[in-house]
């Protein structure tokens, strides 16, 4: 497989730097990270990130808000939701938006992150 290069969004600071420890491992590495939906759409043309991992609750746009822009400027370019809210609504929203998973923080880790993206797309991972 090869390297996953992600961009994490999420309006909390202590989040990222968490994320930053969880993700850097094997062939997962954090490359970017936005403190908003609006950051992430001006940092992503000037990046190498081949994943989004995006919050759904961030002040300015909402991760379901960001994730429709995304789709529509990046169509190929995977993204997976993670929460504090395992909502099954969330769930099925990020699914209809075109998520590849749908994961609680608490499950984020760089094994998880590969297992779901070595999965592919025909087995999405809406995890609640």
Known sequence: MHELRVLVVDDQPEFLDMAELLLNKGNCK????ANDGCEALQLIP???VNL????VHMTGMSGF???KELKKRY??????????????QYAELAKELGAVAFLPKR???????ITIMC??????????
């Not at 499950?107 to 992150?113: A, C, K, R, W, Y």
């Not at 999965?119 to 609640?128: I, T």
């Open 119 to 128: 999965q592919g797309s025909s087995k999405n991972a809406f995890v609640n």
């Open 46 to 48: 000037n990046i190498d």
């Open 52 to 55: 989004v991992l995006l919050d």
């Open 107 to 113: 499950d984020l880790s760089s094994d998880t992150v």
């Open 65 to 67: 808000a960001v994730i």
């Open 75 to 88: 169509p190929e370019l995977p993204v997976m939701i993670v929460s504090s809210y395992a909502e099954p």
């Open 30 to 33: 954090m490359v970017a990270r």
